[in-house]
């Protein structure tokens, strides 16, 4: 029988905010491994199939190995933001369904509900990190491990 997913008791704007949280966070950490690659060539390699802790863990060592400018300060403190926003990330993917108390069902993590509210802000920070790092990756990286 087709459209077995639709059986699933939950709300679709609540789906949608998962959804979008998700993508998000995987547009943040390409983001990141495309900065791992512009820094050290061949990093890609070893980050594809990586969790995304390490892939954090990667960035801000290499961004630790750069020159001290304005521009590796901002990059450092993105990273650094990447980091804390895998935690976040992990939460939200390892929550486990469940019923709330107004009987409707939605995710928990340690006993914690994420409302749609706390999805929206996720992805919201999620995106901003993952513009900071995108500008590093098209402004400050793109003469980093090219031998023209």
Not at 19 to 27: H, I, K, Q
Not at 28 to 55: F, H, M, Q, Y
Not at 121 to 142: E, I, V
Request: proline share 3%.
């Amino acid at each position: 029988m087709p459209d077995e997913r639709l059986r699933v008791s939950i709300q679709r704007d609540y789906i949608a905010a998962v959804g979008l949280a998700v993508y998000c966070f995987a547009s943040l950490e390409w983001n990141a491994v495309w900065c791992c690659e512009r820094i050290k060539p061949g990093s890609i390699e070893g980050l594809e199939d990586r969790t995304a802790g390490r892939v954090a863990d990667t960035l801000v060592s290499l961004v630790k190995q750069l020159d001290t400018t304005d521009d590796q300060t901002e990059l450092h403190k993105a990273a650094a933001d990447f980091r804390g926003l895998v935690a976040t990330r992990n939460n939200l993917v390892h929550a486990k369904p469940a019923t709330a108390f107004d009987g409707s069902q939605g995710l928990f993590r340690h006993g914690d509900h994420w409302t749609i509210d706390e999805m929206e802000q996720a992805a919201d920070a999620f995106t901003r990190c993952s513009l900071k790092l995108n500008s590093a990756l098209h402004d400050f990286l793109p003469s980093f491990g090219r031998s023209d």
